[in-house]
């Protein structure tokens, strides 16, 4: 069997006629050419099966890879799955499509510290998306000699950050259920470090927890309702280690058993929530006349359906993290960037039942 053999740039340039550096500007510095002249190129190289020049070459060469990296300690399906992370992909996607730049997800497992993907990651620098701050993958981030911007959690020092003022926002949240009259909550939260708890939170794990966003949610829940008169060691908080509808519904349930009385569930964000509002229909509980729900994040279903939850901008943080590492920030702006958030006071709120509604119904 003949097999004719790729044509090189070299070849390319004889049957053009022209320098190799000619054909070379055709694909990289398109603006050194005329069309007319670059059209040829292109359309011999089409004729002749020219490939183009080989990327890992020129990577070496420039020692530039021509991507972003986004470390996600997470399973790769994550990724599609979460639609806050989804967003955040999206904007991150469209940042790099505005400079010319690959994006090269780094999905890592979060119970297995092998930091190898991270080491072999070809890419010019990374953005870390919400990674608690002893995790070893974030460590072997910043040990390369490469830009890296944070997105969420954690903050460190020296180092460029996108997010949002979380324990701000949840306040808000928290101080509206208090107007409403709730004093009886109890508290969804996701994973509060990378040892695995599915149970009750005290407040020691919580305010030693190493992922900074869940730390301040929790803090700004608890701001709110020790200035209402409730004393924060009293109510119950109950984290899970995966991040999924079932996850807030065995967290609801898990909850609602211990304490039956509590008349508002404060979650840390719409995905546990979402499970969590299975849960109250799974035990006949109407929501929000016998048990007040509520979210974070603003993703699509939970707005289908009228979710209490704190709206982020999940598509401009992506956007805004991606512009931060590539650049194209103002460079006399500050390089943390807090995105503004909005209170939306859903169909899943509302004042507390009364002992005696809740003894002889509505």
Excluded at 8 to 19: D, F, N, Q, Y
Excluded at 104 to 128: C, K, M, Q, S, T
Excluded at 341 to 352: D, F, K
Aim: charged share 25%; hydrophobic share 40%.
């Amino acid at each position: 069997m003949h097999v004719r053999r790729p044509a090189t740039l070299a070849s390319l340039a004889a049957e053009l006629g022209v320098s190799r550096t000619t054909v070379s500007n055709a694909y990289n510095r398109p603006d050194q050419l005329s069309p007319e002249l670059r059209r040829r190129v292109l359309e011999t190289a089409r004729r002749l099966g020219y490939p183009g020049p080989d990327p890992v070459a020129r990577s070496l060469r420039t020692r530039k890879a021509g991507a972003v990296g986004l470390l996600l300690t997470e399973n790769l399906s994550y990724a599609f799955r979460d639609p806050a992370a989804l967003g955040f992909l999206e904007g991150l996607a469209l940042a790099c499509e505005d400079a010319g730049q690959g994006l090269h997800l780094v999905p890592v497992n979060p119970e297995r510290e092998d930091v190898a993907a991270v080491h072999r990651a070809g890419v010019d620098g990374f953005v870390v998306y919400s990674v608690p701050d002893d995790d070893p993958h974030l460590a072997a981030v910043l040990s390369r000699p490469v830009p890296t911007v944070v997105a969420d959690q954690p903050i460190v020092d020296g180092v460029d950050r996108v997010g949002i003022d979380d324990r701000g926002a949840i306040t808000a949240l928290a101080q509206r259920l208090i107007a409403l009259g709730h004093r009886r909550v109890g508290v969804v939260c996701m994973r509060l470090a990378r040892d695995r708890n599915d149970g009750f939170a005290p407040v020691e794990r919580q305010h030693a927890a190493h992922f900074h966003v869940q730390r301040a949610r929790l803090a700004g829940i608890a701001d709110a309702f020790t200035i209402a008169g409730v004393e924060w060691s009293r109510v119950p908080v109950v984290e899970r280690f995966d991040h999924s509808t079932a996850s807030g519904a065995s967290a609801a349930a898990q909850l609602l058993d211990s304490d039956p009385q509590v008349t508002a569930l404060v979650c840390t964000s719409d995905i546990l929530a979402l499970g969590a509002l299975a849960e109250a229909k799974r035990r006949g509980l109407r929501v929000p006349q016998d048990l007040t729900i509520t979210g974070f994040d603003g993703i699509p279903d939970g707005e289908r359906i009228g979710l209490t939850t704190v709206r982020q901008p999940v598509l401009e943080k992506g956007k805004a993290a991606g512009k931060l590492l590539l650049g194209t920030v103002d460079p006399t702006r500050p390089r943390e960037i807090t995105l503004e958030t909005e209170l939306v006071t859903g169909a899943t709120a509302a004042p507390p039942r009364t002992a005696e509604e809740r003894w002889f119904g509505p």
